[in-house]
Structure formats: C-alpha cells, structure tokens
T-cell receptor, first 114, second 113 residues
C-alpha cells in the first residue's frame, strides 16, 4: 500500500530527445508527489512537485503529468541534455492521522548521450 | 542561504559499535527528516523532527534514534551497528514540515566492517 513503483530502472536518451519516467502508486491517501534529481556524491535535489488536484505541471524543460484515476504520474524531460544525466526519483507523501511520510520509487538512472 | 550540512561526510565503524551523525538544516527551517539510502532498498524514511519533537517514524528498529535541538540541528544515532547498516544517510530540512519541499544535504556515507 505504501509502495511507489518506478520505471524504467535505466534510460538512455539522445541529446535533444524526450526522457520519460513513470511512477505508479496504490495508496489513495498520497497527497503530494515530488520528483528528485540526484547526481553522484550529492543528495537528492527537489526538481518539481505536483498535488493530485492538478493534471499537469511544467517548469522549464520538466513536466509532470498526473493521472489520478490510473494512480500514475510521470516526468517528462524535454530537449534532454548531457547535464541531465543523473538518477531521478519519484516520491509520494502519505498523510494520515497527522503523520507525514515520503515514500520513494527505486530510481531511474538517466544517461543522455551527445 | 547555506544549504543543509551533514557531518561527518564519511565514517567507517565496526560491527557492534555505535555512531552519531549530525545535520544542520537550512537557516529558518524547523523540520529535519532522516533517510537511509542503499542500492537495494533505495531511499527509506527513518524519522522526522519538528520543533524538537519526533513527529513521524519509519519502519526501522529501535537501534535507530534521533533528536533535535532548540536551534533545529539534529543528530541521528545508530547503536549496535550491523553490516546491513552500511548506507548513505541523508538529512533533509523544510520550513513547514510534513515532507513538503524538502532540501537534502550531501549525506554521510557509513561503512560498517
């Protein structure tokens, strides 16, 4: 119930292409869905986040698409650049009885080749 | 504004020992959360502190504990270390708590031998 399933595990995209990472969840008590980017040797950095009452959010080249009925959300990276090569994590926040907890997907290692 | 800082960055300990990790949140942030990151399990939530009170706790044994001080700095302690405790321990701070807009530190890499 607390799981967030992320796919693919790894992704290779040509420079200028679109990178798409998908996540699925089961628990309808999740109420906040952030994406994090992590470079080797660094902590994850918040990239973009969405709440379930919104179907899409765009910030620069990064877009989250959210499908509440299917319990799925995805990250699209437009015009992918070699500097985008990193590991991406989706997450979902559980809110219940005054308790909040982020559950993370297992991560997607993105490689953007020139 | 300075980011989240964690000390030490690297640590090697022996099984059975205990360890204390430190986290200084972004100035003005009152919430600190701790996570364990391993290749097999990914990022797992340990606990969250807000205004010196533990508000949330993940599914970890009692050997893992923490505290938060009045200046919002937080420490995490692991007693009776096991080989499986080898991981990157990440601290994240946020202004409002509740896991919204968390900013992570670089982590402490703990190796248990």
């Amino acid at each position: 119930q607390q799981q967030v399933k992320q796919s693919p595990q790894s992704l290779i995209v040509q420079k200028g292409g679109i990178s798409i990472i998908n996540c699925a969840y089961e628990n309808t008590a999740f109420d906040y869905f952030p994406w994090y980017q992590q470079f080797p040797g660094k902590g994850p950095a918040l990239l973009i986040a969405i709440r379930p009452d919104v179907s899409e959010k765009k910030e620069g080249r990064f877009t989250i698409s959210f499908n509440k009925s299917a319990k799925q959300f995805s990250l699209h990276i437009m015009d992918s650049q070699p500097g985008d090569s990193a590991t991406y994590f989706c997450a979902a926040r559980y809110s219940g009885a005054g308790s909040y907890q982020l559950t993370f997907g297992k991560g997607t290692k993105l490689s953007v080749i020139p | 504004k300075a980011g989240v800082t964690q000390t030490p960055r690297y640590l090697i300990k022996t099984r059975g020992q205990q360890v204390t990790l430190s986290c200084s949140p972004i100035s003005g942030h009152r919430s600190v959360s701790w996570y364990q990151q391993t290749p097999g399990q990914g990022l797992q939530f340990l606990f969250e502190y807000f205004s010196e009170t533990q508000r949330n706790k993940g599914n970890f044994p009692g050997r893992f504990s923490g505290r938060q001080f009045s200046n919002s700095r937080s420490e995490m302690n692991v007693s009776t270390l096991e080989l499986g405790d080898s991981a990157l321990y990440l601290c994240a701070s946020s202004s409002a708590g509740g896991s919204i807009e968390q900013y992570f530190g670089p982590g402490t890499r703990l190796t248990v031998t």
